[in-house]
């Protein structure tokens, strides 16, 4: 099972949307969970077919125009047994089976309190919706709280008393932190030295009936897209074999070969007159001639893509400096400008 999750910071923006379509086309994970979506209900329907997974389960956000702020929602795709219990502005709750054993598994995705003095609100919450210990349990997502001094960088220093409360709601709900793979930090001021401040918001934490479920689990950190967050990745499986290798991706027609749809329409119709293929054969087919053509035509753009968010990781891990910060805004705005 792959679970990725992030606080996309507003899908009115085409850049956000786009680089949720890139997460999805890339990682290919079974769950997706988005916060500070800023889309009411409608909006959110009216996007789902856009954003790459058929099923949606959205909270609308809270406020008008400009003042609009959260909004959350669950994407899972069509092969995933997920069943909603319930969710608010804070967190879905829900449902699935393991594809093995059909053992009912419980996914919590919570998007914390983020004012100073409601932070204990998250850890209430998780607490209330503890569910058996003898069920696999995982919380994910973007909790706006730390659980080590060491999960910020600049700052104020994080308040001791607080992280023993923390530890102790960890307790009571039998919970433990799975850890990451990558840069230490998932969330950043975007501000140079001696003004920056990071800090590790977003992680999973699991249980002990999670953990036997699913032997080996890997929370990756990865690149921040048009957001102050980093996405994160959550990947079981039995195997390491099976938690690093990513799943075969299905063939899309992508946007940008409607830039010369005259010439697209001729290369559908070519592969299409074969008379001597059935239907499954025509659209594979099909499916290869535009990958050719569109490498041709519009060059390597997933390359390009690709090299830039390496160039862009390799930048917000870096030392943040003032001319750091200003590359990883040129960065940002020249991969923005190739995703649309």
């Known amino acids: 099972m792959r679970i990725l999750a992030w ?17 999805i086309s890339s990682e290919v994970p079974d ?6 979506t800023r889309k009411s209900v409608t909006k959110m329907f009216s996007m789902r077919r856009s954003l790459g997974l058929p099923n949606l389960f959205p909270i609308g956000c809270a406020g008008n125009g400009r003042s609009r702020s959260g909004g959350v929602c669950l994407l899972w795709n069509d092969d995933t047994n997920v069943k909603i219990t319930h ?8 449902m699935a089976k393991h594809f093995q054993s059909r053992s009912q598994m419980h996914i919590l995705a919570i998007y914390g309190f983020s004012e100073a003095q409601h932070k204990l609100r998250t850890w209430e919450l998780i607490q209330r919706l503890k569910p ?7 919380c994910v997502w973007d909790f706006n709280d730390v659980l080590s001094p060491s999960d910020k960088l600049g700052g104020d220093p ?21 850890g990451y793979s990558g840069y ?35 929370v990756f950190h990865l690149t921040r897209l048009s957001s102050d967050h980093n996405p994160i990745l959550v990947s079981c499986g039995s195997t390491k074999r099976e938690v690093f290798r990513k799943q075969k991706r299905l063939f899309r027609f992508e946007e940008v070969r409607l830039h010369d749809s005259e010439e697209c329409a001729e290369i559908v119709a070519e592969v299409w007159s074969n008379g001597f293929q059935d239907v499954n054969s025509k659209i594979t087919n099909v499916g290869k001639s535009l990958q050719l053509w569109g490498r041709l035509k519009f060059g390597a753009i997933p390359k390009k893509v690709s090299d ?10 870096s030392t943040q400096t003032d001319e750091v910060v200003a590359a990883i805004r040129s960065t940002e705005a020249e991969l923005e400008s190739l995703l649309k």
Not at 87 to 94: A, E, F, T
Not at 132 to 138: A, I, K, L, N
């Open 7 to 23: 606080n996309c910071r507003g899908l009115g923006n085409p850049g956000a949307v786009q680089a949720v379509k890139l997460l």
């Open 31 to 36: 769950v997706v969970f988005l916060s500070e």
């Open 87 to 94: 969710g608010s502005l804070n967190h879905i709750l829900c």
């Open 132 to 138: 058996p210990d003898t069920t696999p349990w995982v």
């Open 158 to 178: 994080v308040n001791v008393a607080h992280l023993q409360l923390i530890d102790q709601a960890l307790q009571d709900c039998g919970l433990q932190d799975v």
């Open 184 to 218: 230490q930090f998932t969330w950043s001021n975007k501000r140079s030295i001696p003004n920056l401040i990071e800090e590790r918001l977003d992680y999973a934490l699991m249980n002990d009936s999670w953990k036997a479920l699913w032997p080996v689990m890997e």
């Open 308 to 317: 830039l968010k390496v160039k862009l990781q390799n930048l917000q891990r």
